[in-house]
């Protein structure tokens, strides 16, 4: 064949050539290494499963399960994908594994165009992430976030006052107060309304990146070539989608940081995390550790305010679904605090109940039911199974957190499953496992932690929250790779 004859083939031919080379490719790595893989649903040739389920995958995967166990694999273009069902697997692959199982997937081309990597969540296992996640930690570990207690107690009182008044819809009132609580103690600065730029930058970078979150749904990442497809080529949009998310990521990072160097100009007393860190900067720290400081910031905004919303909203949610569940927290807080009393920090102990309404929120309905992918560095072993290198691994959360053969009616709201023997309440926040797992658990844990309980603690001192029927409850949720709570079409009134 002539080199003028090369030139005349056209760029699909090679598209699907290159396919059917890296095909073959991995069927042969598969056939020589003879190690029985995990069970899962097979598809055509380097397609792979082709009908992933997409809404509500993690009640889809517990139906798989039933098929093919605590594990289910299938690949996606080449990509191979892990599901994991029980806890007692994800114990030995996420946490005693930890060391081959804390990688993130494997930034493709369009993930570098996009600037997924900035988010500390997101990036890949290494030094450099090591250095980044214990800045991270030294400066949200429990110790310091007690500095913003009376900033938080402030916050809180300021969004019990507002609904006893606004005729806002709720949910919208939870978003402004989470974000206004995260802007505040980072950064130092004041945000009106959900509705302000810099939170809907956040609440943005969040809706845009929830395809990845979805197990097998990122997989046309690692088509080749699929980032050179121009715009009007059938997937070129795909391109564009993520150079639209880069400039949603400048925002978020770039917006506030300004803001905050701007106001710290003017008042040197400016108050904040992020200002405290500069302030005690060496004179002559490099530049990088500038720059570490404002990509922490950015991180705990998108992390930060959208979860914390999400939590708190699914707490009113369970209590309109659970008006007896309500009435024993009132109760106990009336009989330790004395009615009409504000809580404070110092009360936690002294409310046990109230701390188990608190873990249970996060087990009735976490977040992210599905978790966050993590990545296979070496092949790992799990009882006759190999999990091969570069494995995107699924934590199914809701499956644990709903397994009918370790708690009794899973699907109910029951604080009482988190109370000991002695009256008192599991009190380990690394159990909670809509953290996370190993060496990926969730670094904000410490001021999460320390916001949701105060607002439920606060809200339950204050105000009645209407009943709602007790039937469907899935359908007051999303049911997409955030399970969260769609309109709260309930009122919430002042205790008499």
Known sequence: ?????????????????????????????????????????????????????????????????????????????????????????????????????????TFSALDQISGWGRLLVMTRYSEEWREDRKMFHQNFRPEVVSQFHPAQIQGVNKFISKLRT?????????????????FSAVYGLEIETNKDDMAKNGQEVVERTETPLIPGCDAYKYIPFIHLL????????????????????????????????????????????????????????????????KEMGGQA???????????????????????????KAQQELDSVLGPGKLPTYEDRESLPYIEGIFREVFRWHPVLPMGIPHVTSEDIFYEEYCIPKKTIIFPNIWAMLHDPTTMESPEKFIPERHLRSDGKAESNLNTILAFGFGRRICAGR?????????VITSVLATMNISTMPNKNQEDYFRDGAFCLPKALDFTVSPRS
């Not at 008042?267 to 490099?286: F, G, K, R, Y």
């Open 230 to 293: 121009p715009s009007w080529f059938p997937g070129g949009h795909i391109k564009v989608a993520h150079q639209t998310l880069r400039g949603v990521f400048e925002e978020v990072f770039e917006r506030p940081w300004n803001l905050m160097m701007e106001a710290m100009k003017v008042n040197e007393n400016h108050s904040s995390l992020l200002a405290t860190m500069i302030s005690e900067m060496s004179s002559d720290a490099p530049k990088e550790e500038l720059i570490k400081i």
């Open 301 to 327: 905004v998108v992390a930060g305010a959208d979860t914390s919303t999400s939590t708190i909203a699914t707490f009113f949610m369970a209590m309109s679904l659970y008006p007896e569940v309500q009435a």
């Open 446 to 454: 410490w001021m999460a932690n320390d916001l949701v309980w105060l």
């Open 1 to 105: 064949m002539s080199f003028i004859s090369l030139l005349s083939i056209s760029p699909l031919t090679i598209v699907v050539v290159v396919l059917c080379v890296v095909a073959l490719i991995d069927a042969y790595a598969r056939n020589s290494k003879r190690l029985p893989l995990p069970p899962g649903p097979r598809g055509l040739p380097y397609i792979g499963f082709s009908n992933v389920p997409r809404k509500r995958n993690w009640l889809a995967y517990i139906e798989l399960g039933k098929k093919y166990g605590d594990l289910i694999h299938y690949t996606r273009f080449g990509q191979r994908y892990l599901i994991v069902n029980s806890l007692e697997a994800a114990d030995s692959i996420l946490q005693k594994n930890a060391r081959f199982t804390s990688d993130r997937p």
């Open 166 to 182: 606004s005729k806002e819809p709720l949910m919208d009132q939870i978003s402004t107060f989470a974000h206004q609580a995260i």
